[in-house]
Every structure is written in structure tokens, then in C-alpha cells.
């Protein structure tokens, strides 16, 4: 059974940090890409960043330089790295699997970074 389960968020200040977890269970990470979205309340859902299974990392433009993914392969957990926090970065933080065809996320962990 896939499951994903995001954790790690909480409320940070401006410039501050965060590493967000995404536990994956019933498929292994070193094959299937994960990806991070995140969603402010009232706006859509938007890509952050994904790994692939080879480990290549891309991130969209507003967190390039202060986000990073890493990967353990013995917990099969995916990390989202925050640093240098911004008000803009605010939101729930879901991470995205595709397998076997499926769709699968996780429940979300709120972020919130306040001035």
C-alpha cells in the first residue's frame, strides 16, 4: 500500500528554517520521483521542487538557493531542506508520488513564516 506522510512544519520567523519530511511506505524512493507542492489558503496548489529516482533535484525559481531535497534510503524518507524563509513561502507542504499509474499524497504539515 503507497502511503506518504509529511511532517516537520511549524512556524518559523523570517530568514529562519524548516526540514520537511515525507515518509514513503510501499514503493522506494530510489525508484519513483517524489515531488513538493505547497498551498497558501485561498490559492491553488503549486509545484516546489521534486527528485527523481536518480537523485536530480529541480526546484522552481523563487526557492532556488535556499531549498534543498535529500534523500535517506534506509528510512525511505525524502527531506525538503528550508532555509532563509520568506512570508511568500507560507502554506501546507504536500509531497507527490506517481506509481503504478496512481496519484498519491500525503496529508500536508503547515508551514508558516511570519516578519
Known amino acids: 500500500q503507497v502511503q506518504l506522510m509529511e511532517s516537520g512544519g511549524g512556524s518559523v520567523q523570517v530568514g529562519g528554517s524548516l526540514r520537511l519530511s515525507c515518509a514513503a511506505s510501499?514503493?522506494?524512493?530510489?525508484?519513483?520521483?517524489i515531488t513538493w507542492h505547497r498551498q497558501a489558503p485561498g490559492d491553488q496548489r503549486e509545484w516546489v521542487a521534486g527528485v527523481t529516482g536518480d537523485g536530480s533535484t529541480n526546484f522552481m525559481e523563487s526557492v532556488k538557493g535556499r531549498f534543498t531535497i535529500s534523500r535517506d534510503w534506509a528510512k525511505n524518507t525524502v527531506y525538503l531542506q528550508m532555509n532563509t524563509l520568506k512570508p511568500e513561502d507560507t502554506g501546507v507542504y504536500y509531497c507527490n508520488t506517481q506509481f503504478r499509474g496512481r496519484s498519491y499524497w500525503g496529508h500536508g504539515t503547515q508551514v508558516t513564516v511570519s516578519s
Open positions: 510501499g514503493f522506494r524512493i530510489s525508484i519513483n520521483p
